[in-house]
């Protein structure tokens, strides 16, 4: 299948060098779509080399014009969009009292407005190819407190809100929006310090009803279904991908 050609799918995806973004762009392009790689930085994106339906660009996409660049690389490369996974995110942690609030406002930058910003930069666009998805990555952290991760979570609930209050809006022009919470997965960024610890790895893994952290691969399925027609009914959702963490509380091991 060629991007741009016939039927060919198009999507978007921010953070993209490494993790679930990765994965995610990779997984789609593995599956016949045209994909906009998006990362802060180039050597992040080496991995893109030789991917002919892989168009990498790095932006910062906290600003309007990394956005626009990334709407406009779609269109030229690839002939229009169909989707957005809105994936990019920083993470610092702390207490309330002792977090620097530099923390707090480059989080809200990237992980908030930033995922703002691209819905905003991705409609118009959309629009254009009548209608489309976009899938937003909330965290569990969204949905509930977890101890020192009050400035995250605040961003990533954040996001379930925007997602839900834009699909409300945009769903009339065919445009539907979701957020996908995902709950530990290994080899990101946000795993990386507990993977470096095996009791914290090991206690984290006995949290989730599976017993088991989640692949970066999980993360970049269920993207895909938000994206596909095969959500088509589909939208304002929080699709918690956590391996059952916050389903409830277990007291056996």
Not at 75 to 88: C, H, K, P, Q, S
Not at 92 to 114: C, H, K
Not at 147 to 158: E, I, L, Q, V
Not at 181 to 203: F, H, K, L, W
Request: glycine fraction near 14%; charge should be negative; proline fraction near 4%.
């Amino acid at each position: 299948m060629t991007p741009g050609a016939g039927d060919a799918r198009v999507a978007i995806v921010t953070g993209a060098g490494s993790g679930m973004g990765c994965a995610t762009a990779a997984h789609l392009a593995e599956r016949g779509w045209g994909v906009v790689a998006v990362d802060l930085r180039q050597e992040s994106l080496g991995w893109t080399e030789g991917a002919d339906t892989v168009a990498p660009l790095a932006a910062d996409i906290a600003t309007e014009e990394g956005n626009a660049a990334m709407v406009a690389l779609a269109e030229e490369t690839f002939g229009g969009l169909d989707g957005a996974v809105l994936n990019a995110a920083v993470i610092a942690a702390g207490p309330i009292d002792q977090l620097p609030i530099e923390d707090l406002d480059r989080m809200y930058a990237v992980n908030l407005r930033g995922a703002a910003l691209g819905i905003r930069a991705v409609l118009p666009a959309l629009r254009r190819r009548g209608g489309g998805a976009i899938s937003v990555t909330s965290s569990m952290g969204g949905t509930e407190g977890e101890t020192f991760n009050w400035a995250y979570g605040a961003t990533k609930a954040g996001v379930i809100n925007l997602v839900q209050s834009v699909a409300m809006e945009v769903g009339r022009d065919g445009i539907r929006v979701n957020a996908l919470c995902p709950g530990p997965i290994r080899n990101t960024g946000m795993s990386s310090a507990a993977e470096q610890t095996p009791a914290v790895y090991d206690g984290v893994k006995g949290l989730t009803a599976l017993k088991r952290w989640g692949e970066p691969g999980e993360i970049a399925s269920v993207h895909e279904f938000l994206l596909s027609p095969a959500s088509s009914y589909v939208t304002g959702a929080t699709i918690l991908v956590d391996g059952g963490v916050t389903a409830g509380h277990t007291w056996t091991s």
